[in-house]
Each structure stands twice: as C-alpha cells, then as structure tokens.
C-alpha cells in the first residue's frame, strides 16, 4: 500500500530582535559629530521610517539643548520608542523622565558603572552603595515611565557574581531592560554570549524582562559580539547607523540587521528595519555629522557593491550571486541612475528624491530645484547622485551661518596664488575679502578665516569625484581644528575649488554654532 507523501514541516516564526538605535547619543559623542535640535529632529524622523523600535534621543541632563531636543523628538514621534539617558543619580533621571513625559512611549535609560576598576578608580563607591543607588533609581524612573532600562556599564568586565547581583536589583526594582554593554571594546564573542547565558541561567526573573547587548568596536568586534549576545539569549541590540560613535565607534545597525537577514540559516530572528532606507538613513547621518563613511564600509559604503577584479566581473554579470551576498537594492542603493535633465519639472525632480529617499520641506525643495537647474546648465547627464548631493547641500544650508557668495582665485606655477571671497554672513549682507596663500586652496582658506575671524588649524582635506566623466561633481571634505574643538565639513559642486570653500565654510559655520554650545561631562556608557 503506498504511503502518502508527509506534508513538509511548517517552518518556526522567527522571534523579532528589537533594534535599539543611539546615533542621537553615544553617536553624537564622536568628536566633531554634536548635532543641534533641528539636525536630531531629522534624524529622529528618518529613524522611525527605518523602522527602529527605540531611538535614544539624547542625555537630557548635559544641557539645555540637549534636554531640548529629547523632548522635541519625543513629543513629535508615534511610532518609536524614544529614551532619554540618565546616570544613577536622582536630578538625572529627574531631568530625563521630563525630557520623555509627553511621548506616546517614553523610556528611561539608567545606568551605573560596576566593573572593579570603574568602581575603584571613577566611581570610588563600594558594591552595596551600588546596588543600592541601582534600585533607588530605577525605582525614581517607573515613577515617570512604566518603561525603565538599566545597564551596569563596563558588563563584560566586571566579576559575574557581583553583576548578577546587579541585574536582579535592577529587575526587581522595575527595570523591564536589561543593557550589559561592552562599555570598551574588550569582549571576545564566546565570552560575551557567555555572560548572558549565566546571567539568564543564574538570575531570578530574568526570563521575564528583555536583555540588550550593547557593543564598542575597539577590536572591531562590535557586530560579532552583538550576534554572539542573540546567540545568547539577548533580544535587544544597541546600535548606530555607520557604526559612529565614542573611540572607534558602536555597532552598525546596517550591518547587525543585514547579518541577521541575509543569514536567516544562522540566526532565527527577524527586525522590524525596512532595509531599503538603510542607504538613505547612512547617507543623512554622514551629512548632517560630517563624518565620511569610508570606501569598502559594509553595507553602504561606495565599494559594498563595486567589483573591480576582471573575474569578479565576469561572475557577476553571468550570476550575480558568485560575488553579491545581498542584492544592492535590498540596502537602497541605485546603481549610477541618469535620471533628469534640464527639462525636467519640479513634480519630477521631487518624485525623485522621493524615490531615493531624500525629503526636503517645501523651501529647501525649491531652493534644491533652482540649484538643479543651475547644474542641468553646467553638465549634461545627471545622476542619482548629483540629486543626493543636492540634497545634502540645502540639509545643511538650514544650519548656516555664513554662505558662499562668490569665488575668484588667480593661481600659476610660479606666480602667487591669491584668492578673493565673498560670503553672505546671517544677516544676509555680503562681506568680501582677498588673501595670498601657498596654493590656491590655502589662499582660498586663508580669506575664509579673515572673513569669519575664525583661526583653525585644518588636519585634513579630501576631495574626490562623486560620478565618472569630466562634468561630474566634486566633494570635498575638511576637518579643522579650532580651540581643541574638531569639525568637519562638506561641499559640492562641478567646480573642485568652490567644492573646497564651500566645505571650509561648512567647518567653519560648526565652528561658530558649537562654541556657543555649553555641555557638561557626562560618563558614556
């Protein structure tokens, strides 16, 4: 008698991994990264339609500013979770439960540091005046949120004894998340996915609350350690778009979620990230910073998906999948696309930034259409990235100061170079000045500080072509420094040496909007 055939097994639901993101905090800590209130804002939003279940918005206690654009985005989100940071101290969380009251789901992220050595030589506290400070502010924090987070920062090196005894205080306090972050860099993956298997073994009610990982990339294991930690038992990860952040920076979001997708054999889990947006989200995070994402960053860096060696390109033009893990428009990415030309309208030049994700308010886009026509006069094709150049320019206009006018430098081999400049300072007047210099770009930089009575010293200038051919566009990037404070700024145009000035000016204008900025100290995490 036959046998009829077993109906194949209905595969498990994959169990969702919650995407925690702190570019607006531990990201913002990145030397010459401060971001202001509406620059957050944008980020904010543009998180949320990723599709980052918690954004933590900042440390409302460092300053007035800070405190509020926590609230701000708080008040303005719907969908997101967004936190407020605060150490165990009592005006501390204070300060952050009234930076998240009016969010439709506030939390408040408390941590306190417990390894022997944070303890000796930072805190110069004993183990019970920790635990006990632990549930006195975590209990202050469910007086204003019924959603509390804790992290004993410096986990992965303190005794697992005593951060076991941690986390239950924690827990029992009312904490709902537990975050045992890497603090420094300095787990390895079996030790970390190992520290959480004990303490969800080891701990009373731990089953019922949510752990988090939490990874610094001081040995480029940022992301390992992070997957190892869901191996581990952790739902929750902490992470930044670009992997930005304190020292060598955080966990990139973009590569933890496309690790997570692109190898559901390895890892059952899923995320709530519309991955189509990590491109666009990467590139608004670079502009608005000023840091460059490098060439061969994976995920969303230039090189991701380029194949230069000649049998790299024969595979993938026969089969993508010889040397494409991921397709590129999985991540958002647009190929080199010719899109517009010079008789193109507004309703096609908007649909398109649409298209790429590029949303600009009614003013900018204006602004942005007048500044594409202008280049439609100077190039003949346009690409996807002249539109994404466009944009990034009238994203950061919004923040400027002084903008550049005008531009005349008269350079020769053996001539002295000398250049004349023109800038619209915030009153809109104009303002000019000349100055000599060793080389057209330092005579050029030279009349820009005598402008904005702003001497820096200037650490490093890039330039490079953002599409192919002759007509294409330039970006340059410049990083100063001034008073011990490090910027970053970045220009574009077909021309490489207004390009230059206007990335100077960029530097310059963070300058100017930085020093006016007070923020206390506050330990990261």
């Given at each position: 008698m036959a046998t009829l055939?077993?109906?194949?097994?209905?595969?498990?639901?994959?169990?969702?991994?919650?995407?925690?993101?702190?570019?607006?905090?531990?990201?913002?800590?990145?030397?010459?990264?401060?971001?202001?209130?509406?620059?957050?804002?944008?980020?904010?939003?543009?998180?949320?339609?990723?599709?980052?279940d918690v954004i933590e918005a900042g440390f409302p206690i460092t300053s007035p500013g800070d405190f509020d654009a926590v609230r701000s985005i708080a008040s303005e989100l719907k969908q997101a979770t967004v936190a407020g940071l605060a150490r165990c101290t009592e005006q501390d969380v204070r300060r952050a439960g009234e930076a998240v009251q009016n969010a439709a789901h506030g939390r408040i992220h408390v941590f306190c540091a417990t390894s022997k050595i944070h303890r000796e030589f930072k805190l110069n506290k004993a183990k019970d005046e920790i635990l006990r400070l632990t549930e006195q502010n975590v209990k202050l924090a469910r007086d204003y949120v019924a959603d509390v987070e804790f992290s004993p920062e410096d986990a992965s090196r303190t005794e697992l004894d005593f951060l076991a005894q941690v986390v239950q205080a924690a827990i029992e306090a009312g904490a709902t998340t537990i975050n045992c972050p890497d603090t420094v860099g300095y787990a390895t993956p079996e030790e970390y996915q190992a520290m959480f298997e004990y303490l969800l073994a080891q701990v009373p009610g731990a089953r019922n609350?949510?752990?988090?990982?939490?990874?610094?990339?001081?040995?480029?294991?940022?992301?390992?350690?992070?997957?190892?930690a869901i191996r581990g038992g952790a739902r929750q990860v902490e992470c930044t778009i670009n992997g930005i952040g304190e020292r060598a920076g955080n966990a990139a979001l973009e590569e933890v979620v496309m690790a997570l997708r692109t190898r559901?054999?390895?890892?059952?889990?899923?995320?709530?990230?519309?991955?189509?947006?990590?491109?666009?989200?990467?590139?608004?995070?670079?502009t608005l910073t000023g840091l460059h994402v490098q060439r061969n960053k994976a995920i969303v860096g230039e090189n991701a998906f380029a194949h230069e060696a000649g049998i790299h390109q024969d595979g993938v033009l026969k089969e993508r999948r010889t040397y494409e893990i991921m397709t590129p428009e999985e991540v958002g990415l647009v190929r080199n696309k010719l899109v517009l030309g010079k008789h193109s309208g507004r309703h096609a030049f908007r649909q398109r930034l649409d298209e790429l994700g590029l949303h600009l308010d009614a003013e900018a886009l204006e602004r942005a259409f007048g500044q594409f026509k202008m280049l439609c006069d100077k190039k003949k094709e346009i690409y996807d990235e002249d539109l994404e150049a466009l944009a990034d320019e009238q994203l950061v206009e919004d923040r400027q100061l002084f903008q550049l006018k005008n531009l005349q430098v008269m350079a020769g081999t053996h001539g002295v170079a000398t250049a004349t400049v023109t800038l619209l300072d915030s009153g809109g007047a104009e303002i000019t000045d000349a100055a000599i210099g060793d080389g057209p770009v330092d005579a050029m930089f030279a009349a820009i500080q005598r402008l904005t009575r702003i001497s820096a010293r200037l650490d490093s200038y890039q330039v490079r072509s953002l599409t192919g051919g002759r007509e294409a566009q330039g970006e340059a990037i410049v990083e100063l420094t001034h008073n011990e404070l490090k910027v970053r700024g970045r220009g574009f145009s077909t021309d490489i040496l207004e390009a230059s000035a206007k990335a100077y000016?960029?530097?310059?204008?963070?300058?100017?909007?930085?020093?006016?900025?007070?923020?206390?100290?506050?330990?990261?995490?």
């Amino acid at each position: 008698m036959a046998t009829l055939n077993p109906m194949p097994p209905v595969p498990a639901p994959k169990a969702k991994v919650i995407i925690f993101d702190t570019t607006l905090r531990d990201g913002e800590q990145s030397p010459g990264a401060s971001l202001n209130r509406t620059e957050k804002l944008e980020i904010a939003h543009a998180l949320e339609q990723l599709g980052v279940d918690v954004i933590e918005a900042g440390f409302p206690i460092t300053s007035p500013g800070d405190f509020d654009a926590v609230r701000s985005i708080a008040s303005e989100l719907k969908q997101a979770t967004v936190a407020g940071l605060a150490r165990c101290t009592e005006q501390d969380v204070r300060r952050a439960g009234e930076a998240v009251q009016n969010a439709a789901h506030g939390r408040i992220h408390v941590f306190c540091a417990t390894s022997k050595i944070h303890r000796e030589f930072k805190l110069n506290k004993a183990k019970d005046e920790i635990l006990r400070l632990t549930e006195q502010n975590v209990k202050l924090a469910r007086d204003y949120v019924a959603d509390v987070e804790f992290s004993p920062e410096d986990a992965s090196r303190t005794e697992l004894d005593f951060l076991a005894q941690v986390v239950q205080a924690a827990i029992e306090a009312g904490a709902t998340t537990i975050n045992c972050p890497d603090t420094v860099g300095y787990a390895t993956p079996e030790e970390y996915q190992a520290m959480f298997e004990y303490l969800l073994a080891q701990v009373p009610g731990a089953r019922n609350v949510i752990f988090s990982a939490h990874c610094h990339d001081d040995l480029g294991l940022a992301v390992a350690n992070s997957l190892a930690a869901i191996r581990g038992g952790a739902r929750q990860v902490e992470c930044t778009i670009n992997g930005i952040g304190e020292r060598a920076g955080n966990a990139a979001l973009e590569e933890v979620v496309m690790a997570l997708r692109t190898r559901g054999d390895q890892f059952r889990f899923t995320t709530g990230i519309h991955t189509p947006r990590l491109l666009p989200c990467s590139r608004l995070v670079s502009t608005l910073t000023g840091l460059h994402v490098q060439r061969n960053k994976a995920i969303v860096g230039e090189n991701a998906f380029a194949h230069e060696a000649g049998i790299h390109q024969d595979g993938v033009l026969k089969e993508r999948r010889t040397y494409e893990i991921m397709t590129p428009e999985e991540v958002g990415l647009v190929r080199n696309k010719l899109v517009l030309g010079k008789h193109s309208g507004r309703h096609a030049f908007r649909q398109r930034l649409d298209e790429l994700g590029l949303h600009l308010d009614a003013e900018a886009l204006e602004r942005a259409f007048g500044q594409f026509k202008m280049l439609c006069d100077k190039k003949k094709e346009i690409y996807d990235e002249d539109l994404e150049a466009l944009a990034d320019e009238q994203l950061v206009e919004d923040r400027q100061l002084f903008q550049l006018k005008n531009l005349q430098v008269m350079a020769g081999t053996h001539g002295v170079a000398t250049a004349t400049v023109t800038l619209l300072d915030s009153g809109g007047a104009e303002i000019t000045d000349a100055a000599i210099g060793d080389g057209p770009v330092d005579a050029m930089f030279a009349a820009i500080q005598r402008l904005t009575r702003i001497s820096a010293r200037l650490d490093s200038y890039q330039v490079r072509s953002l599409t192919g051919g002759r007509e294409a566009q330039g970006e340059a990037i410049v990083e100063l420094t001034h008073n011990e404070l490090k910027v970053r700024g970045r220009g574009f145009s077909t021309d490489i040496l207004e390009a230059s000035a206007k990335a100077y000016v960029a530097a310059i204008n963070r300058v100017r909007t930085l020093s006016r900025r007070t923020v206390s100290q506050a330990s990261p995490l």
